[in-house]
């Protein structure tokens, strides 16, 4: 079982803009709050994603944006230095390793959609490795006429040879998948096939799949997320497979896989139920029936490695009179854990100190690696069961550094490492043992970055609480409050945000003397599952309140003011920059609104927002909708208030926030009069672009954007700061 630690929902996505004249009501007057309650939502028809009058609408809009955005003198320049960093033949291949190879997916000017490559680990030291193509993505979407992007591959183990390669129709969440074989490099004629839906396969053997698909009506959640698993052999109808395992409508989703180790053995098969987005019962088939194990909701198996399985809690978990703190990775001998799951004794592998948390894990085939956030700091440690007991020792990483692993080999004990922060690109680092590390590859610069320095900082928030944010900017930069200021966050699901290199922001922002924040609110994952949980449904206004904290912050020590303040967010960290400008429109003078969250009164009945219902709450329970009520962004676009000129992103194929949100607010904004802008890109899904012109050209709109907003006001604002 391969231990990788994920955190769902991550963002960091494209933007865009438009200076738009306001948009009519239906009745071609300004509506009234009283009038918006009486019409019931009068853009609810924009809520149809592909309708003609929808559509129509999008068209406009677009057609509006590109006017004001790409007709900038800047924008052509800012698009060709994005382009040119995002096909830069010097990029660094990431790979990983596999049976096969070390396989890796690149996207250039070439390949716009992107192939599947392999080489060898002697290879890709050189400076020119040697590729080998697997899959090309673009031939295969020219012969098939579809928008495909890749997805990834799942390969049978150990051999690795017959994999069900994903993909997805112009960037959508759901996918289709097929039987690919890796000696012939061709899909397998009468393969497996799986049509469009959410959820995966997992190989049982060569002829056998374990599959949780939408096999109707009865098989998908609230969410639309699959809750049966069936076993499908080759040869047989998918329709005949037998169901193996149902979980239940209510829940976000559910399924069954194998429980296996890095050497492929399996050792039985689990399940689980995921009961809300931060909530998962498990389950072990012991004696042809389903066991539930005796875990607490907020924890899991982890993996396995030197014969203990391992399993992670976000919660203290007390057995046998012995409490595991949250956060903690605690383990019990597989073969008596096996005989007997929920009375098997459990040992702890690793507890957190003060402002630490576990931030991803993966295993050798003799080690399990644990990357940690220390202080919002990387750090990785090794840990081996040994004598009875587990030991450890850190990875000699770099300091103040976000490090993390790579990649990693199930059969040696090969593993990579990378370290970077926002001025420094990224190094490799490879070991053959595990600890003895030897730098192979190091990113080149993207941007000039010797007169920019990093600090980190606390804002106080409302309650007291001190929030941690770094700022990005001009070294000896004067603090008048005249610096144009890019302040971004996520802040939700226990994700956390990291240093990392600024490859384009650098180069397009930073170097024209803009300053760029990034904060770690609460409900985030930066300092452990209580950072995160102490931020969650009633209590989510605690994240609105930690950013607006940075915002005062940064004015008050002087590194910029309101008129020269823009904030940006994706997904839930769309959320964050609608909650922000609603609740201070006095504060910044740009927001960035990306595929967001918005009309949180109805998330729950677009795209898949009732799967997040365990971070917001429900909007059905009228306690609940209280909270939510409080901070909706789209409620509060009311015709009384002044706003920024707020820019809207979305996509087209975003099956998991829907384009509605941004649709809908930015329709709203026009009924009343306000300025916006709003563009719809009619691909890529929830990840932003598919392909690096598409990605060059929402970064060039969203850096014009900005630096309209805060950047050409910045002499006039300096001259009065004098």
């Not at 029936?289 to 982890?302: F, H």
């Not at 550094?401 to 004990?413: L, P």
């Not at 003078?589 to 927002?609: C, E, K, S, T, W």
Request: charged share 25%; hydrophobic share 35%; with cysteine.
């Amino acid at each position: 079982m391969k231990l990788v630690s994920t955190r769902a929902l991550a963002a960091g996505l494209a933007l865009a803009t438009l200076t738009a004249a306001p948009l009519a009501a239906q009745d071609g007057n300004t509506v009234t709050d009283t009038e918006w309650e009486a019409n019931n939502d009068p853009f609810i028809w924009l809520e149809e994603t592909r309708s003609d009058r929808a559509l129509e609408w999008v068209a406009g809009e677009n057609e509006k944006t590109i006017a004001a955005l790409q007709s900038d003198p800047r924008f052509e320049q800012l698009k060709a230095e994005a382009l040119a960093i995002f096909n830069a033949d010097d990029r660094v291949p990431g790979v990983a390793f596999t049976h096969y190879g070390l396989i890796n997916f690149w996207q250039d000017a070439k390949n716009p959609k992107g192939i599947v490559r392999r080489t060898t680990m002697e290879s890709w030291r050189t400076d020119s490795p040697e590729w080998e193509t697997i899959l090309d993505i673009d031939a295969l979407a020219a012969a098939e006429g579809k928008e495909w992007v890749y997805g990834g591959m799942s390969c049978l183990p150990p051999d690795g040879t017959r994999c069900m390669v994903s993909l997805s129709d112009g960037g959508k969440d759901a996918s289709v998948a097929r039987e690919f074989d890796l000696e012939t490099l061709s899909f397998v004629e009468g393969g497996f096939e799986l049509p469009e839906s959410q959820g995966g396969a997992s190989w049982v053997d060569q002829d056998t799949l374990l599959v949780s698909r939408n096999f109707g009506p009865d098989t998908v959640t609230e969410s639309f997320y699959p809750f049966t698993t069936r076993l499908w052999k080759r040869g047989t109808p998918i329709e005949d497979a037998p169901e193996i395992f149902r979980g239940d409508k209510t829940d976000v989703s559910a399924g069954a896989y194998l429980l296996r180790d890095g050497e492929a053995t399996i050792h039985g098969r689990m399940a689980y139920r995921g009961i809300s987005f931060h909530e998962r019962l498990y389950f072990f088939e012991k004696d042809g029936a389903w066991l539930q194990l005796d875990l607490p909701t907020k924890a899991g198996p982890y993996g396995i490695i030197d014969g203990q399985i391992l399993f992670s809690t976000d919660v203290d978990w007390t057995r046998d009179g012995v409490t595991f703190p949250a956060d903690s990775i605690v383990s019990a001998d597989l073969e008596a854990w096996k005989a007997d799951p929920n009375g098997a004794k459990m040992t702890l592998v690793w507890a957190p100190g003060e402002r630490q948390t576990k931030s991803g894990a993966t295993s050798t085939k003799s080690s399990l690696y644990v990357s940690l956030l220390d202080n919002v700091r990387g750090k990785v440690l090794k840990f081996d069961y040994e004598g009875g007991q587990w030991v450890s020792q850190q990875i000699a990483l770099p300091e103040n550094a976000t490090v993390g692993i790579a990649t990693s080999s199930d059969e040696t004990d090969e593993i990579m490492f990378t370290s970077t922060d926002f001025l420094s690109p990224g190094t490799w680092y490879y070991a053959n043992d595990g600890v003895t590390l030897e730098v192979v590859k190091e990113s080149p610069e993207r941007f000039d970055a010797s007169g920019m320095e990093i600090e980190q900082y606390e804002a106080t928030s409302k309650d007291g609480t001190k929030i941690p944010y770094f700022i990005v900017k001009p070294r000896g930069m004067a603090m008048d409050g005249t610096t144009a200021t890019l302040l971004t966050g996520y802040g939700g699901f226990q994700v956390p945000r990291l240093p990392g290199y600024l490859g384009s922001t650098g180069k397009l922002w930073l170097e024209r003397g803009g300053a760029y924040v990034l904060g770690n609110m609460r409900g985030g994952g930066e300092f452990g599952p209580e950072w995160h949980q102490t931020a969650i449904r009633e209590n989510k206004q605690r994240t609105w309140d930690d950013f607006i904290a940075i915002g005062d912050d940064l004015v008050k020590r002087g590194f910029t003011s309101p008129e020269h303040l823009g904030i940006q967010g994706g997904s839930q960290g769309g959320l964050l920059v609608g909650t922000a400008f609603t609740q201070r429109p006095d504060l910044f003078n740009a927001a960035i609104v990306q595929i967001p969250l918005f009309d949180m009164l109805r998330y729950h009945l677009i795209g898949r927002g009732a799967s997040w219902i365990g971070e917001y709450g429900d909007p059905r329970i009228p306690e609940q909708k209280a909270w939510i009520d409080g901070y909706s962004p789209y409620q509060k676009l009311t015709a009384d208030k002044q706003f920024p000129r707020i820019m809207y992103v979305t996509s087209t194929a975003d099956d998991r926030t829907h384009p509605s949100h941004g649709r809908k607010a930015a329709a709203r904004m026009a009924a009343n009069g306000q300025p916006y802008l709003y563009f719809e890109e009619t691909k890529g899904g929830h990840s932003g672009g598919v392909d690096n012109e598409q990605r060059a050209m929402l970064q060039a709109m969203q850096w014009v954007y900005l630096m309209q907003q805060l950047m050409d006001n910045q002499a006039e604002g300096a001259a009065e700061a004098e």
